[in-house]
């Protein structure tokens, strides 16, 4: 009876250390430690972030119309984005997205050097040739909590994604509290706990909180943060790690039912 026992312990081993090589053949042969974060921040979470920085009486001036959103450096390493995701992707006045690198103006608080290292933003703004635009604001100091900026128009000549652009845009929206504007990551780094997401933004500043007056002015290269409690993992990065758990039960399985 000995010789049987034996026989199938150590088929169970085999099995055993099959499902391991298995296990670590899927490690090898795919980007296992190369994790995809999504972040997602809220119109609400933005202009919340933007009058914390600004003071109450320029944020209640002031209308956004491009966001710049970058992983704090100093926490979020060698990383490449993978998405930007328009905030509002089926309006009319769609918001248009990309990235940007080492951005030599507005310098984007590199103390007026060109930047030379983590120099990649996502990036949101205003369509630069349309005729009608969706703003970020508020500003709702017009005459029944009206918004400001409504019904307005604006150009410049500074060219976007920094400036407005020389073409002359009916403000005609203010986007939706509820609006979410997302970028994804991919990096090596398993990102946990609270870590800082830096903010630049373009504006318009009117001079009065009642009304867009004449002497509205551009901004641009406003800093403000946002904290992410953390990265939200996209289903993908996890997809290897399940296959090999599910093939090292099976092997754990099949020892305890041919022991005798």
């Known amino acids: 009876m000995i010789a049987p026992v ?27 430690q190369a994790n995809t974060y999504l972040f997602s921040f809220t119109t ?4 919340t972030a933007l009058q914390t920085a600004q003071g109450t009486a320029v944020y209640d001036e002031s209308a956004y119309f ?10 979020v390493t ?17 918001w248009v997205t990309n990235t940007i690198t080492d951005p030599a103006s507005p310098y984007f608080g590199y103390n007026n050097q060109t930047c030379t290292a983590n120099c990649t933003w996502a990036y949101f703004e205003k369509a630069p040739t349309a005729t009608a635009v969706t703003l970020v604001s508020g500003a709702n100091g017009g005459s029944g909590g009206r918004n400001i900026f409504l019904n307005g128009d604006f150009s410049s000549n500074s060219p976007p994604p920094y400036g407005w652009g020389t073409t002359d845009a009916l403000i005609n929206a203010i986007m939706p509290g509820s609006d979410a504007f997302q970028f994804a990551i991919t990096t090596n780094l398993t990102l946990s706990g609270d870590f800082t997401i830096l903010g630049r933004a373009s504006s318009i500043k009117s001079g009065s909180a009642s009304s867009m007056t004449l002497d509205t002015k551009e901004n641009d290269g406003i800093a403000f943060t946002l904290t992410a409690t953390q990265g939200v993992p996209e289903p993908g990065t996890w997809s290897m ?13 099949r020892v305890r039912r041919r022991q005798p």
Not at 14 to 32: D, H, K
Not at 44 to 47: P, T, V
Not at 243 to 250: M, P, Q, R, T, V
Request: aromatic letters at 6%.
């Open 6 to 32: 034996t026989t199938r312990t150590h088929a169970a081993g085999l099995t055993l250390r099959c499902a391991l090589l298995a296990l670590a053949f899927i490690g090898s042969s795919t980007p296992a």
């Open 44 to 47: 609400s979470q933005i202009l």
């Open 66 to 75: 491009a966001i710049f959103l970058q992983p704090n450096p100093a926490q």
């Open 78 to 94: 060698n990383y490449t984005y993978s998405s930007v995701t328009s905030p509002n992707p089926t309006d009319t006045n769609a």
């Open 241 to 253: 790690l399940a296959i090999g758990g599910a093939l090292l039960g099976l092997a754990r399985l």
